[in-house]
């Protein structure tokens, strides 16, 4: 849950966003530049977060009264070497942000910090990851809301999907790229499990109402909705107008998630009553849209 400090959204005095080179913090880095806010954008190629010196070197980047966005991380985490690095990248972010006293604290986390459940995930469902990447994160927020004394806020999107995705990740972004290309999309199973996918642009939108009211807690940034991986291999078929066929193979494990990852967005509704997730089938549409006006 979100609680406001601003009873009405406000500008922050600057928006400093540590990995504004990634997807999701040049999504944020736009976001925040539309609506007026004086950004300052830190890439990889700005500083590097891993070496010894890296939060005395972030903290000459900060100054009093920025808000913060930490959406850096070498992300997904999928090994002990990967956590540790992960954790030296935090250990810098925590130093740089104990160092000076800025005003708000936005933390790009992950709905990988919750374990399985059967019902629809709210931010009181228990934290118990069953990856390096769930556990990195968790760590991460651990580490932030133990060290920081800044106004900390913590968003936890699910899976994400845009244009300028880099991971080519099953689901939307790959079958997106397959469709395009005429070539045939392969589904683990009958790609039967559901979840729910949410657009980087929400998340960036979701992002900046944040930073605009001070907000503090933890929200779930999801649209409240599930499809099955089937589903949306057709509706990017159906986006592309693409002759792409899609494939089923048997399966060698189980299904992540037991096959079913469902969020009840409660908390969304009441921190921003005004604002409307974009549903799948119209953002498979739009990032059609963005890639083919991109290449056109």
Partial sequence: ????????????????IIGAGGFVGGAVKRAAQAAGIDVLGLARADIDLGVPDAGEKLAGFLRKGDS???????????????????????????????????AHVVNIS?????????????????????SYHGAMHLAREIAFRSEVKAPLAILRPTLVYGANDPHNGYGPNRFR????AGEDIVLFGAGEERRDHVLIEDVAEIAVRVLMRRSIGVLNVA??????????????????SS????????????????????????????????????????????????TEGHHG
């Fill in 1 to 16: 849950m979100l609680d406001h400090l601003l009873s009405a959204p406000v500008r922050p005095e600057r928006v400093v």
């Fill in 68 to 102: 913060v966005v930490a959406a850096t991380a070498k992300a997904p985490c999928r090994n002990l070497d990967m956590l540790i690095e992960n954790l030296a990248i935090t250990r810098a972010m925590v130093a740089a942000l104990t160092a000076v006293p800025v």
């Fill in 110 to 130: 992950s709905d990988a910090v919750y374990g399985d459940e059967p019902v629809p995930l709210t931010e009181k469902a228990p934290t118990a990851p069953g």
């Fill in 177 to 180: 790229r397959l469709a395009n």
């Fill in 223 to 240: 649209t409240g909705e599930v499809h099955s991986f089937r589903a949306i291999a057709d509706l990017a078929i159906a986006a592309a």
């Fill in 243 to 290: 002759t792409s066929v899609v494939r089923e193979t048997p399966r060698s494990g189980p299904m992540p998630h037991n096959g079913y990852r469902p969020f009840d967005i409660t908390a969304a509704r009441a921190a921003f009553p005004d604002f409307d997730y974009v549903k799948l089938p119209a953002g498979i549409r739009r990032v059609q849209e963005q």
